[in-house]
């Protein structure tokens, strides 16, 4: 009864979730007269025009390049710092590692000030441009990613460090070619998470990339919905457009993400 129970509300569930992608996509796939007749029944005659009309209209591909060396770049360097801090952490190399661990965890409960974010990227002289853009993306996760691996870092034996040490491996050598490979279910776990999160962060590009030419994906649909505001068969294409990627890639890397988060757990 209730493994009934359980998927009786997955099914409910996963109908909540799945509704809006469908909406969307059924009202992508319909010409202006055909919305205006029945907005949310089912396409009769689709057509892909919306698509083709978004594309030019909302300079796809520029900005969809941006977004994705933005979010490499961040992912890239996130991951780095957050092992770079996690693996002396988890092995305790120095005085203080849990004092500074317990403040780095403790550092997750305050709120990000705003006021004092955009004050700091300011006098760094990166406030609107894309390096501002990507520190303040670097620096949104460094917690709680660090947290993720430490407790997957704990886990590791010490049997390799002291082998490797032995042999004359150098500690970064180490990190990076024994270490980093054991560790690569939880580095994909939240590179992945990051980059999900980057992707679809629309106040962030808003705010700190100010009035450059080449925006985000997410700072072109929110102009474009200011050209477009009453016909919803173009935006639902253009968020389509915008989700679709991100979606691909969870579909495929989920199986990942469920692996490092759960081996993280348990070793933690």
Do not use: H
Request: proline letters at 4%; hydrophobic letters at 55%; charged letters at 10%.
């Amino acid at each position: 009864m209730g493994r009934v129970l359980c998927f009786f509300l997955l099914c409910v569930l996963a109908v909540i979730m799945l509704y809006p992608l469908f909406t969307i996509v059924n009202i992508s796939l319909k010409t202006y007269t055909d919305y205006l007749k029945d907005p949310l029944g089912p396409v009769m005659s689709p057509t892909l025009d919306n698509f083709e009309t978004v594309w030019d209209s909302m300079n796809v591909l520029p900005t969809t390049l941006n977004t994705l060396l933005l979010t490499f770049i961040t992912c890239a360097l996130n991951a780095a710092i957050c092992m770079l801090a996690a693996f002396p952490i988890g092995r305790n190399y120095f005085r203080g590692t849990n004092k500074l661990y317990t403040f780095i965890l403790a550092s997750m409960f305050f709120p990000t000030s705003l006021v004092a974010t955009i004050s700091l990227v300011q006098s760094l002289g990166i406030y609107g441009t894309s390096a501002g853009l990507v520190a303040v993306w670097t620096a949104g996760s460094l917690q709680l990613n660090t947290f993720m691996l430490v407790g997957f870092v704990k886990g590791l034996p010490r049997d390799l460090d002291e082998a490797a040490f032995i042999d004359g491996c150098g500690y970064f050598r180490y990190l990076f070619t024994i270490a980093a490979p054991l560790m690569m279910p939880i580095i994909a776990t939240i590179v992945v998470l990051k980059a999900i999160g980057c992707w679809n962060d629309f106040l962030n590009p808003f705010i700190y990339m100010g009035n450059a030419e080449v925006k985000t994906l997410s700072t072109g649909l929110y102009l474009y919905m200011g050209q477009f505001a009453s016909k919803w068969n173009l935006l639902s294409a253009a968020i389509f457009i915008v989700a679709a990627p991100m979606v691909v890639l969870y579909i495929f890397m989920q199986r990942f993400i469920i692996a490092g988060m759960t081996s993280g757990a348990l070793k933690g």
